[in-house]
């Protein structure tokens, strides 16, 4: 198995190398054990709740503006608009649209 892995990525870089953009290719790694369970980051900014504040909470926030109706989008417009914030405007849209209060 891992041969037909190395061989594949010898043709891959083969093939990008002759063609005429240059691309670089990541040296190819074994998987790991499939029972092996990765932790998340300490830094991982999930879970997304009230109070959180980065800019998935903005895609949020934008996709609830998207496809919300009337009320979400006062809610959300009332406190700020979009600006990756979670608070009660947000927090009034999540209820309004039947989101969990965390969002893993």
Do not use: C
Not at 13 to 38: F, G, H
Request: proline content about 9%; overall charge positive; hydrophobic content about 35%.
């Amino acid at each position: 198995m891992t041969g037909l892995l190395i061989g594949g990525a010898l043709v891959a870089a083969y093939l990008i190398s002759n063609s005429s953009k240059r691309l670089e290719i990541a040296t190819p790694v074994q998987p790991s054990d499939p029972l092996t369970i990765v932790p998340k980051p300490a830094s991982s900014p999930f879970p997304l709740r009230y109070g959180s504040q980065n800019s998935y909470v903005k895609q949020l926030q934008e996709a609830m503006l998207k496809i919300g109706d009337s009320s979400v989008r006062q809610a959300i417009n009332s406190t700020g608009g979009a600006d990756g914030k979670w608070g009660p405007g947000t927090d009034r849209a999540r209820v309004h649209m039947g989101f969990p209060a965390q969002i893993d």
